[in-house]
């Protein structure tokens, strides 16, 4: 890893997050799905995300596949470059919700302690994590890159949930169920708890 930048300031404009937030409608906020390769992440956050464009909310998904074609391309799957994957995406959604976004990230994501990270550089409530709570098996049959059959054969090496571990939230704020709940209750599970938590609404600004 390069050294640290040093004499570097960070600079607060005239216009902060709340005023964003005003003209959008809504609270910028993170919803970190994560859960094993397969069980259903991306899937229910593209649904999502087509949910809330048509609730008239401005909503981006940080997908893993995408971000590891460009920003991340240049890291493999060993533990450390897992870490600096989840790392880079954890400062990335901080700056949408910054922006006032709401953002939907995708990623398997698989230790604790990255999760906490990334959680660490939002403001308080504007993180949940979504834990997509589908058994192994479930996901093996589905295995829709077919992935799991090469992580069975040997092919790819530290793949989770086979070669490598998935540590599973201790006390995440939305689980779904996609092996048991139709995608369409999903969407609306997660949907509905924004409302509660009032992230769909605009803050007042003085």
Not at 44 to 62: C, F, M, N, S, T
Not at 150 to 179: C, H, L, N, Q, W
Request: hydrophobic share 35%; aromatic share 6%; proline share 4%.
């Amino acid at each position: 890893m390069s050294q640290r930048s040093t004499n570097v300031t960070f600079h607060d404009g005239e216009i902060g997050r709340a005023h964003r937030e005003a003209l959008l409608g809504q609270r910028g906020c993170v919803l970190w799905f994560t859960g094993l390769s397969g069980s259903g992440k991306s899937t229910v956050a593209r649904a999502l995300e087509a949910d809330l464009y048509r609730h008239g909310k401005l909503v981006y998904v940080l997908d893993g596949d995408n971000v590891r074609h460009g920003l991340n391309g240049d890291l493999d799957f060993s533990p450390t470059g897992r870490e600096e994957n989840i790392r880079r995406i954890g400062e990335v959604a901080a700056l949408f919700v910054d922006a006032g976004a709401i953002v939907l990230s995708a990623f398997i994501s698989p230790y604790r302690s990255d999760r906490a990270l990334a959680r660490s550089k939002c403001p308080d409530g504007r993180f949940l994590e979504v834990f997509v709570d589908t058994p192994l098996e479930v996901c093996e049959r589905r295995d829709p890159k077919g992935l799991y059959a090469k992580a069975r054969a040997g092919e790819i090496a530290e793949f989770t949930g086979i070669s490598a571990p998935y540590e599973t939230p201790d006390s995440p704020e939305i689980t779904i169920r996609t092996g048991e709940h139709e995608l369409a209750e999903c969407v609306k599970q997660i949907r509905v708890a924004l409302e509660e938590r009032g992230l769909l609404d605009a803050p007042e600004v003085e």
